[in-house]
Structures are given as C-alpha cells and as structure tokens.
C-alpha cells in the first residue's frame, strides 16, 4: 500500500467536467450589469508618425460611450521589466498592431462600426523587423534612446574557455535560427474592468500574474496596487502568453472615462498582431570535446528579437544564454546574448523561456560532436550529464536528478540501440535532453516562495487559496491533492479558488515550472497550520495532547490507537461553535533556499529543484516529397514525485504536440503589413491525426524540497522535442536542421542537392 | 481630545457614494451569463385544494425553459423554525398568494406570458383570516394536524401576580390591536440562484441571516450544508422581512431543472402578497398600580396571526410577551402567548420583533394608569424603570442604563413639564419608553457570539470578513470604524466585504439588534488578531519587544517613545514579503456570557446589553377632520456608545418614521382574495412632508460588554413611536387609541361622539 492516500495518484482535473460540459465561465463569457463592449484601433504600419486621430464622427455614432488615446492615459512609461511601454502609442506606432485609440460601445458591432470611424493620419517611417539588421549601422531606431536597437546585453563566463578550446580534440561551430511562433491557447487575450467610484479598479482577466500583474499595472495607471483588484476567472489556455499585455490596460482606460464596465476579447487577429509570441533567436554556438565525448567549452552568442517592446524578452534571452550550463558538467563557459528591438510584435514568454530555444540548439549541436566523434548520442549525454547533488559551474545546486535513468529509460522504451544500429533508409531516431527550473530566484532580488491560505468552514468544507493560476495545466487539482493528502481527506472535499487578489495570498504566478513547488509548498504549510488548529479541537474532544493526534481518513485519531477517533467534519464544527462563527483559516508559506544570482557574474542558485529530460523521437522522411513523419515518441521525465501521474503525463504529452507543431508546421510570417498569417487558417497547429504515439515515462526521484517530493513539468514537457525530431531527421536523412520550422520544401531541396 | 480617532466620530456610511450615484450593483441588477428569469405562479384562493396543474402549454412557449412544481421538490417540510413549509404547494393553497408553480424563460416578458398559460384547477375550501376566529371551535383549519389552528402557546409567570392584583390601589385592564404591516424596503425580495455540476449551489440573496439561511435551505432541498453558497451582494432594504422566503427556493430549483443561472425578482404585488409582513396581534392588559404609581403586577394574553406558515411567528410573539418585563421594575407578571394560523400571508418578523406592539400596549396603558394616578407620566416611568446593574424578574442582567436619562433629556428638550401644564386644545403632547436587546441568546441554544477576519494585504489595505448583514443600515461602517480605531488607521482605508459564506465568518446575522455589538466584538476580536502579527513585526523593524509596540495614526510606535516608529504600510508589506507572499490573516471572535433560558421558566439572560429609550411626539388634531399632524418629535436613546453617532442618528429618524407611518398611515387590507392594497398606491408610506423635525439624542453609558461601549439601535429606534404618538392625541383629545392604525375617520367619530 502506498504511504499515501491522494498524492501520487491519477485524477481527472477538478474543474474538468465542468470545462467539457461547456459550464465554466472563461473571461470570454463574463458580464456585468451595465457593462460596455471595446475595441481597440492598432496601427496598420510597423513604423509610423501619428500626424492626427479624429475621433469626432466616431463619437457621435449613437452607442459610443467612450473613445479613448494616449492623451486619456497618465502617459507614464512602464512594463514589467523595461519601462519602455505606454498604453497607447503617443508620437509613433511601433509595430503593425500598436494601440492607437480604443472604443467602448453598448454592443459589439457598433464598436466595430466606431473603429472604421476613427481616422488616423499617419507618416509612415523606415522600418527593420530582423534583430541582426536592426543591430547594423544606419537602421531605423525603434526606440530613438537606444542606439543599435540593443535594449540589453548579457554576458556570463565561467572558466578558461580560450584554453578549454585549445585543449580539444575537435570543435564544432555553427549557426542556427528559432523562428517566432505563437501560443495558440483557444482563448484569445482579454479583460473586463470596472472602475468604482472611488477609482478603485476591478480587472477579470486570465493571466499567469495576477499579483504581478497588479504592481505592473498600478504603475502604468499612477495609482497605488492597493487600488486594484485583480480577480482571475477560469481562462483558455496561456503556456506563457498571458502575462502584462495593453489590451487589460485598455479596458481599464475605457471603464475610466466611460464609468461603466468595459469587456475586450482580442479578435484572433488582435491576438497575433498584438499578443506576445516567442522570443525568435539567432544562436551562434561553439563546442569542444575531447576524443572521448567529454564537453570542454561551450561559446554562444545569442541575438533575441524583442519587438517593440521588451516585455519579457531579456529575461529570456539571458535563461537562453545560461540555463542549460547545469544540464552538463561544463566548466568552461561563454555566452553573450543581445535583446534587440525591431519593429514587429514585441515577443515575450513561451512555454522554455529561452530554454527551449536553446536547448534545441545545444541539442543538435551535441548530436553533431556525437557523430564526429562517432559515440552514441545516448552515451555522450550520459558522459557530460549531471547528477544528484552536484553544483552546476554556475553554483546551482541540483538536489533530486533523473537525467541519467531519464536517458537509460527513454532508450530502452523505444529500443534505441537496436534501431540506431539496424537504421533503416529514410527513418530515424533522434534522443535529446533538457534541463529545467522549478521557480526562478533570478527574477525578484528580495523575494522567493510561496503562501497559502487553507479554510476549513463549518462543516469541514475546505477551501484552498493561492496566489498562482491554473491555466489549465491542472494547477488546482495539484493543490487539492495536497491538502487533501495533509488533511486525510478524499480529493473531492477539497477546492480550489481562483486567484482574487484582494482574498488570496500574494504568490508570483504561473511561470519558471513554479506552481507545484512554489505554490505547493506554500498550500502545504497553510494546510499544517489549519492542522494545527484542528487538532487541538480534536485533541480537546478525545480528551489527549494535540501532539498526540494524527489524521487520516477523514478524522482524527489518537496516535497508536485508531480506533479512537472522531471524524473530521465533528471536529471542523465543533471548532467553528466553540469559536463562536470563526472558521479555522491556516496561513502558510514556503521560503525556498535559493541564492539570488550575483549581478556580476551570475553565481547563485535560482530555484530550489531542477527537473530534467530525456525525449527521443522517431521519424519517417518521404524522400519524394521531403515531408517528415513523426512515428514515434518517448519523454522520460524527471517530475520528483508526479503529484497527479495523469496530468503530469498529460503535461508531457500536450509538450511534445506543441514541440511538433514548432518543430515542423507553425511560423508566424512577418511582413511589411505585420503579421502575414493571423489566424488558424494559415498559421497551422497540429492536429490530433499529427501527432504520433507518446508514450511518457515518469521518473520520480523524491526531491527533497518540492511538496511530497515533487518538481515541476510545464516546461521540460516541451524543450527536448524539437531537437528530438531534428537530430532523428538527421539519422533518418544527413540533413541537419539549423533553422525552424522544418518544412517539406527545404528537406526536398537538400535531398536534392545530395543527389545532384 | 477624544480617546478616540475613528469611533465615536461622523460618517457617511462607506457605501453611501456607490449608492447615491446609482453605481451598487443590487441583487435585482445582477445578471449571469446564460441566465434566466423566473416568474411564480401564486393561488388566487385563500384556501383551496389543488386539483390538477396543467403545464403543457406554456412548456411549448418558446424561450420556456424549465417548469417547475412541487413534484420538482425533494417534498420535505421545512421553516427556520416550525418546519410547516414546503417549497410548492403540495395539496392545497394555504393563502392568496402561495407557490403553485414557477417558470423559467430566456426573459422577462415570455417568463410573465408562460404564467398565464399554466392552468391550476383548483376547489375552493372555507378560509378563515382573523387569528381570534381562528380559535374558534369549528374553525376551517389551515393545517390539519394543528386543532384549533394554534401552532404554539406560550407561557411565562413570576411572582405572585394574583396576590399582587389584590394589593393594588388601582387595576388597568384593555383589549389592544396591532395590525399587519409591510416593511415597504425600496429592493423587492428576489435571488439569483446557480448550481454547478457538482449539484452545488450558489445563491445571491439579499438576505439579513446569510448563514442560517444556508442551513434552512439545506433542510429544504435535501443537501448538506457545506453544499450551498450563499452572496449577499449589496441590498435595498429589509426591517425584518429579508430571512427565509420561497422566492429563494425556487429560483434554485428552477435553476436545478433548467441547468442554467435563474433570476427572480418578486414584483411588488408578489412581495405584499407574499412576503412576510409584521405579526398582527391582539393584546389583552391587565396592570395594577399602588396610588404612588408603583406597579404591582402585569398580565398579558397575546394572540398573533401568523398567517399560513409560522416562519418567526412564534419567537415573535413569546417576544411580545416578556421583553417588556425588563424595562420596568416588574415583579409579578404573567403571559400568555397563542401563535395562530390563518388564510393569510405567513407574518414574520419587522423591526421591534414583537416587542414593538407590546410596547405599543404597555406604553398606552402605563399612560392610562398615569392618568388615573394623576402621576406625570414621566415620572412614572422614572419611578418604575430598570437602572443599571439591576437583574429583572426573569433573570436579564442589565448592565449599562440610560434609561432614566432618556427620559431626563427627552423631557427637558421638548419643554414637557411646561407642555403637559399649559396644554393648548387640541394640542398634546405624549412619552413613550422602550428596552431591547443587543443579540438574542434564546434563538439558538448552542450558540451566540460573533466572530471575524481581518487581511491585511501586501499594501496595508485592510479588509474585514463579517457574517451579518449589511441591509443599509450601516453595519459596514460601524465594522470598519471598529477596526480603524483598533489599528490606527483613517477610515478609508478599511474596507468591509459584504458575505459569502464561503469565505467570511459564520455569523447568525442581522436581527434582535445585534450587528454591531455581536459582529463587531467579533471584528474587533479580529483586529486585535491582526494587530498581534504586525506588532510582532514592527518589534523586529524597531528592535523592541512586540509588547512595546503600540499603533495609531497609520503607524507603529514605541510605547513612552512615538518618534520611534514605522509606517502602517511598511509593516503590512514586511509581513508580508517576510512571509513569502502570506497575508496577516486575524481570525477572532466573541463569546457573550449570556444565558440561553431555561425551557420551563424562561429565566435567563438573552442578550450582554440592553439598550433603552424615550421618545416624546407632540401633535395636533384637526377638530373638523380628525387628521392628526405629528408636530414635533424627541427621540432619547441610550446606545451605548455611539460609534457612528450620524448613522445612529439616521436610524433613531428612520425608526420614529416608520412608527409614524405604522401608526397613522400604513395597514395592510385582508381581503377574501388576499391583501387588498398590495402596491404603493394604496399601502401609503410617510414622505418627507409627513415626518415632523425629529430630535435624536444620544444617551452613551459605556457599555462594558459593547465593542467601544457600543450597543444596539436598530429596532428600539421604532418601538416608542406608536406609543408616543397615541399617547400624545389622547394629551390633546382624551381618545384612547387602541387599534392601529389611527385614522381620521375613528378620530373625527370619537370626537363626534363625545360632543353628541
């Protein structure tokens, strides 16, 4: 029998019948009383003097009740990281998509019909959309205070790289591209506000950071956070799109002036010429390895196309530039990375945060040092991996680590000798591996962690706060479990609210893989507080010590003797009677201990547990049409513990599809006009008939700081797959893959240049 | 300088603004997506069996969406009290009025058509209406296990009563008669109901007992508890009305039926033929007196109609039947109390819960004995009134008393020696006191008390979790002034939630006069909860011990020190970083020590303060039309202390207008087809031009057991008026009025009569 009675086993998502009952309530489907419908006028040039916005005739269409621009915003620059930002552009537009004025109207079609009656005169300027022209002399400056377009530079070095280089048996050097892709949740970005008389701001919105979120926004609107309220409503999908955007401003600024509720759902368009898809990357990379496979140094220079705007982008150019150091015990090491601005959507958060980008670069790299070298892609991982306990050459300190039974796994799932050794004409396998974080320290020097608020009403009901978000991926039903487990209690008494701020603790969000541990951990220590409570009421009612209390199927019970015991919801109401109506609220919080990195040279130790993977794919490519057929897929995964082993492999398989898509379908193409494929018509996802057999392997090593032992999976579920694929495109063809997508096309065409 | 910073001070109430501009979103203004709006068929007869319903056609109704009947029921009998309920009518209609059947459709209008096309074949039965009739041998009986029609009968007796009736100087003896009123709030009573996959239900209900409420539902659809949520969003208006009412329930069980949200709103004849009107009661007195006004000993027979269900009824009329024995010096008293039903609307409980019309009573014939004694009616009450400290006949302990000053400072601000001596034709002038209580411990055995939650956020903003029942009458301010004060804060910075029995408090609710003193013990409890964990905090800021830390004016100080100190919000947001994101979370409560009564005897002590007043009306009788025009009004009122004395003031002003209303205005008219007068046309309310300049005056003994000394005002804020007023006509014309209410007719016949 297992030591556990919820934790560690398979459970629907607690919200899921509701979901596929089409009961839930997303933002999309919110109303309130009085409430008004906007839309958002976006520049229709990349780059653009804003000469003159009439909005008279627009204003006098009868229905229109406000009509906002920059002159109706506070004017300040912010943005999460970089105040590069306002809510509407002011002098230039900056991106095809740019917000130039918005309308809120009693229904929808006359909001549209306003928007068609809002003349902006426009002086189109030069314009530069690619990050490595953007950084040439004499191009067109996005931002006129930042010379080269450059938002940032980042630098990490770690050993004698020169010399590890000299000391190589070969070097490989190359150069790959990671093209822009975007999200693809099925809900498109949105928020209702509602402004109250004393100003006091109310935004439904479904977003990863509704705390963060908040301190981002009170900034942009001058006032205090105190003054927001953000409440997070159930919301179709994120994987890392749903953080600050303006579209939430917007409304905002619409419910200001029109004292009214205000509701904008982007159109799909709105959503790809105005969301924040992926951080498109140039990866320049250079490794060295001795005879025998062992990596000697890694160089990288990575140049990240931020867009417009910087969002997020060097956050994650950074995590490209240095995450995967503590993959492998490299002790040599450069990187250099550049955010650059371009006049095109600003790019921002992607399920890998950089990671993926990179770990798809280092990936097909390995796999060409493995071929040079004539080693087994398999082995050279396990050579150069790292294990439990080791300190990463950037101080990381990894606790739990799978990598090793991840890769031996995976290999044995799909008989990877064998088939590498008796390869087949135009089929391959490719392995590759990835490494992750599970919370990111490096992102808010004074803070790091996570709080709960566990209720328990008057007839035992209880109720979990957290200050994370569910988008989705399972988050509450993870949380349930633990609490559940902790109070002896069946999964289904337990529930999980959405994130208002105003109620829930304050919690960084749903980002970095951090929820299960972060937010775990700190719903843990709420439920051992509310334990706390309850035992004493219990101990008072079986007439023993508090310390002599246990709890376990739905009661409390003396130490040894089971049989004496009282059932949980007499205990729960008899602590509500004797306190006179006060429920048992626990209060808790986890304080990891992570090292913020240092400003100089990086060292430090961002999260309290690293994940790791191992995926292999196996592909068939038609040597007459150059299409790629994915067969095949194994992902191994480090998890810790997996709290919910369907959801985690849920998480895995739902990585690997959209690690497919990436891979070999998706590319949001870029024009003069923005973006040329807004929409599901021409910007194409997999489908169910795309994706091949997964098969998830979990591998759970108890990782001593995660909550019962668990890691995240978010993320790692996606890293490894693109290169998976293209190193087995690779086995099954000699054709290396430097740039995303794959299309049939360019494999047609080097298949034919072999042949000629 | 006051001691005080917050209480004690005048402010609007915090929700005023909201209100005032039209921007509160009421229960009638809520809407959900995908909801539907219900209509009740209600019978016609007072009294008739239910042949056959016949829905066929209106289910073909396009927009119909769900019907519903008893058969749609779990069919469980139910009441808070007497469980004499049943969702739908079941064999028979009890009164014109009750629930056959409901609808629920895509709007208004096709919910309204689908009413008229349900056909109930029905089979009229004798009705009997007036609850002495009611008595008789042979009467129609409204329920058939109840013979003689009486649902309770009350008893009370102390002291030798008949021994005493021997030894007085003179005995007062008289039938009296209070007839039904509505409470006439502004809002309807109405709900929104919801109920998710799980069958969970959400109810938003403008409802004074959210949490007894919760359970008396649960009874009545067959769930636990646990499994009903109650919202209580912002309502208008209640006196008493807003507790259980079948409108609630079949807003659920339509939603249970159609699987969507469902709104009904009671039309206002719904709500007058279908509410819960005040309890009519005949009264018999009997009072002895010595020659010095002295009163011997009290005998009271009360007869109250409760209509064809007893909702409060009965605790309404053993109210009636002793609460008045703790104001004076009683020694010997007896009551008895008869709860009957008739065919009419099921009565219930209205500011002063019984106590008003005995007051009413008491007050007329304590001026008759006055009269006969040719004592001052002052100081008749002088010579009998309770003081502080004193234990009453049945064992009530009073601590604070301000009674005799009520009667000190009411008489000195209307000149009423002079008045009564020089009085002008015509002219009169006239005093009534009152006692109540603060909470009523003889609800609930198990339970009284009250409890609270303070947050304190990331940035200070303090939030308070109650759960009584903000009904307009400023419950919220007073919390919120009560935590201010405790955590040295300005007002505006606390803000008070309104409740959700998901996240605040259990909390018996608003009635018997208890919010602030019950509630706000418990919020104050809170606070100091609260207060305990940021102290511990600003010890650690400052270096000192936390029993050192002192707060006032938004900040933390060093005890003999203040220079020494740190800023509110600092505090708050260093608890809660330190914290990793845990809000300071106060959870406290307050446990009276009253004493629940015993079953046989009723002694015991129902409440931890008692409040009491005297009010004094002056009017003027028109010879030739019998119209009476109250002149001017003196209310006195010991509150404790008054923690918002503006808003206790609006309550005194709103209360001596409602009494003045019931007593010369408003009578609801029972006809054979129901309430005749079911509108505001007809059932006439004072305006502002029929309310004389009232003069509060607050009378402010600290009491002990009251948060800051406060006690409560609700209800004696009504309870003097009637009295006040009929005293001071017979003053001006020698008619005793002894039914309710006065009309120019009865007056002009009187005066006619006494000329003839």
């Given at each position: 029998?297992?030591?556990?009675?919820?934790?560690?086993?398979?459970?629907?998502?607690?919200?899921?019948?509701?979901?596929?009952?089409?009961?839930?309530?997303?933002?999309?489907?919110?109303?309130?009383?009085?409430?008004?419908?906007?839309?958002?006028?976006?520049?229709?040039?990349?780059?653009?003097?804003?000469?003159?916005?009439?909005?008279?005739?627009?204003?006098?269409?009868?229905?229109?009740?406000?009509?906002?621009?920059?002159?109706?915003?506070?004017?300040?620059?912010?943005?999460?990281?970089?105040?590069?930002?306002?809510?509407?552009?002011?002098?230039?537009?900056?991106?095809?998509?740019?917000?130039?004025?918005?309308?809120?109207?009693?229904?929808?079609?006359?909001?549209?019909?306003?928007?068609?009656?809002?003349?902006?005169?426009?002086?189109?300027?030069?314009?530069?959309?690619?990050?490595?022209?953007?950084?040439?002399?004499?191009?067109?400056?996005?931002?006129?205070?930042?010379?080269?377009?450059?938002?940032?530079?980042?630098?990490?070095?770690?050993?004698?790289?020169?010399?590890?280089?000299?000391?190589?048996?070969i070097i490989y050097e190359d150069r790959y591209y990671t093209n822009?892709v975007?999200?693809?949740?099925?809900?498109?970005?949105?928020?209702?506000?509602?402004?109250?008389?004393?100003?006091?701001?109310?935004?439904?919105?479904?977003?990863?950071?509704?705390?963060?979120?908040?301190?981002?926004?009170?900034?942009?609107?001058?006032?205090?956070?105190?003054?927001?309220?953000?409440?997070?409503?159930?919301?179709?999908?994120?994987?890392?799109?749903?953080?600050?955007?303006?579209?939430?401003?917007?409304?905002?600024?619409?419910?200001?002036?029109?004292?009214?509720?205000?509701?904008?759902?982007?159109?799909?368009?709105?959503?790809?010429?105005?969301?924040?898809?992926r951080?498109p990357m140039y990866i320049d990379i250079k490794l060295g390895a001795?005879?025998?496979g062992?990596i000697?140094g890694k160089d990288v220079r990575v140049v990240g196309?931020?867009?417009?705007?910087?969002?997020?982008?060097?956050?994650?150019?950074?995590?490209a530039c240095y995450r995967v150091d503590?993959l492998y015990?490299f002790?040599?090491v450069?990187s250099?990375?550049?955010?650059?601005?371009?006049?095109?959507?600003?790019?921002?958060?992607?399920?890998g945060?950089g990671n993926a980008q990179m770990t798809f670069v280092l990936e097909s790299a390995l796999d060409m040092v493995a071929d040079q070298l004539n080693i087994d892609p398999a082995d050279l991982r396990?050579r150069n991996g790292?294990?439990?306990?080791?300190?990463?050459?950037?101080?990381?300190?990894?606790?739990?680590?799978?990598?090793?039974?991840?890769i031996?796994?995976a290999?044995?799932?799909?008989?990877w000798?064998?088939?590498r050794?008796?390869?087949?004409?135009?089929?391959g396998i490719g392995l590759s591996c990835c490494n992750?974080?599970?919370?990111?320290?490096?992102?808010?020097?004074?803070?790091?962690?996570?709080?709960?608020?566990?209720?328990?009403?008057?007839?035992?009901?209880?109720?979990?706060?957290?200050?994370?978000?569910?988008?989705?991926?399972?988050?509450?039903?993870?949380?349930?479990?633990?609490?559940?487990?902790?109070?002896?209690?069946?999964?289904?008494?337990?529930?999980?609210?959405?994130?208002?701020?105003?109620?829930?603790?304050?919690?960084?969000?749903?980002?970095?893989?951090?929820?299960?541990?972060?937010?775990?951990?700190?719903?843990?220590?709420?439920?051992?507080?509310?334990?706390?409570?309850?035992?004493?009421?219990?101990?008072?009612?079986?007439?023993?010590?508090?310390?002599?209390?246990?709890?376990?199927?739905?009661?409390?019970?003396?130490?040894?003797?089971?049989?004496?015991?009282?059932?949980?919801?007499?205990?729960?109401?008899?602590?509500?009677?004797?306190?006179?109506?006060?429920?048992?609220?626990?209060?808790?919080?986890?304080?990891?201990?992570?090292?913020?990195?240092?400003?100089?040279?990086?060292?430090?130790?961002?999260?309290?547990?690293?994940?790791?993977a191992c995926q292999i794919a196996e592909v068939?490519v038609?040597?007459?049409?150059?299409?790629v057929?994915v067969?095949?897929f194994?992902a191994?995964?480090?998890?810790?513990?997996?709290?919910?082993?369907?959801?985690?492999?849920?998480?895995?398989?739902?990585?690997v599809?959209?690690g497919l898509?990436w891979t070999l379908?998706?590319?949001?193409?870029?024009?003069?006009?923005?973006?040329?494929?807004?929409?599901?018509?021409?910007?194409?996802?997999?489908?169910?008939?795309?994706?091949?057999?997964?098969?998830?392997?979990?591998?759970?090593?108890?990782?001593?700081?995660?909550?019962?032992?668990?890691?995240?999976?978010?993320?790692p579920?996606l890293n490894p797959a693109m290169s998976a694929i293209t190193n087995a495109i690779y086995n099954a063809t000699g054709i290396r893959i430097k740039e995303l997508p794959v299309s049939?096309?360019k494999i047609?065409?080097e298949?034919?240049?072999?042949?000629?």
């Amino acid at each position: 029998m297992s030591d556990f009675d919820v934790v560690g086993k398979s459970y629907p998502q607690i919200d899921g019948m509701e979901k596929s009952m089409g009961k839930t309530k997303f933002v999309s489907d919110l109303i309130l009383p009085n409430m008004l419908y906007g839309r958002i006028v976006r520049s229709p040039y990349a780059h653009a003097r804003i000469r003159h916005i009439d909005t008279s005739r627009a204003e006098s269409l009868t229905g229109v009740k406000a009509i906002v621009t920059y002159a109706d915003t506070p004017g300040i620059k912010f943005g999460p990281r970089t105040e590069d930002w306002t809510i509407f552009a002011s002098d230039k537009a900056r991106f095809c998509g740019d917000e130039i004025a918005a309308v809120a109207a009693v229904d929808e079609d006359i909001a549209e019909e306003a928007l068609e009656l809002i003349k902006v005169e426009y002086e189109e300027l030069p314009i530069v959309s690619d990050p490595l022209e953007a950084m040439e002399p004499g191009a067109p400056l996005v931002h006129e205070d930042k010379p080269g377009n450059v938002a940032f530079e980042f630098k990490i070095e770690a050993g004698d790289l020169d010399q590890a280089f000299k000391d190589s048996y070969i070097i490989y050097e190359d150069r790959y591209y990671t093209n822009q892709v975007y999200q693809a949740y099925l809900e498109p970005m949105g928020a209702l506000a509602d402004v109250d008389l004393s100003g006091r701001i109310t935004l439904w919105v479904g977003t990863q950071i509704p705390n963060m979120m908040r301190m981002t926004y009170a900034k942009a609107l001058g006032v205090s956070p105190d003054n927001i309220q953000v409440i997070v409503p159930e919301y179709g999908g994120a994987f890392g799109a749903k953080m600050e955007n303006n579209v939430h401003l917007v409304a905002v600024v619409l419910a200001q002036k029109a004292g009214r509720p205000v509701k904008i759902i982007n159109t799909r368009r709105d959503d790809f010429i105005a969301g924040n898809p992926r951080v498109p990357m140039y990866i320049d990379i250079k490794l060295g390895a001795t005879k025998e496979g062992i990596i000697t140094g890694k160089d990288v220079r990575v140049v990240g196309g931020a867009g417009a705007r910087v969002v997020y982008a060097q956050a994650i150019v950074s995590t490209a530039c240095y995450r995967v150091d503590s993959l492998y015990r490299f002790r040599h090491v450069r990187s250099k990375g550049y955010t650059v601005y371009t006049n095109t959507v600003p790019t921002s958060c992607f399920r890998g945060f950089g990671n993926a980008q990179m770990t798809f670069v280092l990936e097909s790299a390995l796999d060409m040092v493995a071929d040079q070298l004539n080693i087994d892609p398999a082995d050279l991982r396990i050579r150069n991996g790292v294990g439990p306990n080791e300190v990463s050459v950037h101080g990381w300190e990894v606790t739990s680590c799978g990598l090793k039974d991840c890769i031996l796994r995976a290999t044995e799932a799909v008989n990877w000798k064998d088939k590498r050794q008796r390869k087949k004409p135009f089929k391959g396998i490719g392995l590759s591996c990835c490494n992750h974080v599970s919370g990111n320290r490096a992102f808010v020097r004074e803070f790091d962690g996570g709080a709960g608020i566990v209720r328990v009403g008057l007839d035992g009901r209880v109720t979990v706060y957290h200050g994370e978000s569910d988008m989705g991926q399972g988050q509450k039903t993870a949380f349930a479990q633990i609490v559940a487990e902790r109070l002896g209690l069946p999964l289904n008494t337990v529930h999980v609210a959405t994130v208002d701020t105003d109620i829930s603790p304050f919690g960084f969000g749903s980002f970095a893989t951090r929820g299960t541990l972060m937010g775990g951990n700190g719903v843990l220590a709420a439920a051992n507080e509310a334990l706390k409570q309850l035992a004493e009421v219990a101990a008072d009612m079986l007439e023993v010590n508090p310390g002599d209390i246990q709890c376990r199927n739905e009661g409390f019970f003396v130490k040894g003797s089971p049989d004496t015991s009282v059932p949980f919801k007499e205990v729960a109401n008899q602590a509500a009677f004797a306190r006179r109506g006060a429920p048992v609220v626990g209060v808790g919080f986890y304080k990891p201990l992570t090292v913020f990195p240092d400003p100089e040279t990086k060292y430090g130790n961002i999260s309290p547990a690293y994940p790791f993977a191992c995926q292999i794919a196996e592909v068939e490519v038609d040597p007459d049409t150059g299409q790629v057929i994915v067969l095949n897929f194994a992902a191994a995964h480090d998890v810790g513990r997996a709290i919910n082993p369907m959801a985690t492999e849920g998480q895995i398989q739902g990585g690997v599809a959209q690690g497919l898509g990436w891979t070999l379908m998706e590319n949001m193409v870029t024009e003069k006009e923005g973006i040329g494929n807004p929409d599901f018509l021409d910007y194409i996802t997999p489908t169910a008939l795309d994706v091949p057999n997964i098969t998830p392997i979990l591998v759970e090593p108890i990782e001593p700081n995660g909550p019962y032992g668990a890691k995240g999976i978010g993320e790692p579920a996606l890293n490894p797959a693109m290169s998976a694929i293209t190193n087995a495109i690779y086995n099954a063809t000699g054709i290396r893959i430097k740039e995303l997508p794959v299309s049939a096309e360019k494999i047609l065409a080097e298949l034919k240049k072999r042949l000629a």
